[in-house]
Structures are given as C-alpha cells and as structure tokens.
C-alpha cells in the first residue's frame, strides 16, 4: 500500500463510496419424493410423486405451490391441473400403469416435458 501525505483537502469534490457486494447465493434444488396410496391428491412440494397401492387415483397438479414434477404411475392415474391446460389441448390426462411423465407449469399451462409413453400390461 502506498502512503501519500501532505495532500490539503480539496473543495467542491464528492465522495463516493461503493457498498460491498451482497454474496450471491445459488439455491440447489431440493428433491422431495412422495409415495401415496390415496384415491384423490393434490401436489404440494414434491418433486417427484410415485402413486401405487390403489386400484385409481386422481391427481390434481397445483401451479401455486409446484411448477415442475414427474410423476411416476404404478397405478391408473387420471392427471388434472389447477388451472389451464396440458399441452395447451387436455384438461386431464390419464396414465397407464409403469408410466412416468415430467410437468412443468409455464405461463398459465402444464407442458408434458418428458415421458416414457403409455405402458400396457
């Protein structure tokens, strides 16, 4: 560091000073599984959601608490959303036991962003 001396303050000179930077912090995704067993079932935080142990099940995807999901079906799982579409076409969709479908709410409708198709037995 350098050490200047005899500087005489100047006049009509403004003092700037800059604030530290707020450390960024970058979140990683926390995965939260959940395996029901109930007929009738609204997400919440869950990341992935395995249904299984029921003859049918009704999901209700909900936008407000979860935007992305993946549902994984041992069961016959009719999907439905909060609000607006899958795929801008289907108020439901109905998955086949040993599917599994990723969704992910965009601007207002549930897209299918992944799928390993309908599984017959």
């Known amino acids: 560091m350098i050490r200047i001396e005899n500087i005489t303050p100047r006049k009509n000179v403004v003092k700037y000073q800059t604030q530290p930077q ?14 029901i067993s109930d007929p009738i079932y609204t997400t919440g935080n869950e990341t992935l959601l395995i249904v299984k142990n029921v003859d ?11 935007y992305k999901i993946t549902v994984k079906s041992l069961t016959s799982v009719l999907i439905k959303t909060d609000v607006g579409l899958i795929d801008n ?14 969704f992910q709410f965009v601007q207002g409708n549930w897209y299918i962003l992944s799928s390993d198709g309908i599984k017959l037995t």
């Open 22 to 35: 707020p450390e960024v912090i970058v979140e990683t995704p926390v995965i939260t599984e959940k395996i």
């Open 56 to 66: 049918n099940s009704e999901v209700t995807l909900n936008s407000i608490v979860n």
């Open 89 to 102: 076409e289907w108020d439901e969709l109905l998955l086949e036991k040993g599917s599994c479908v990723q």
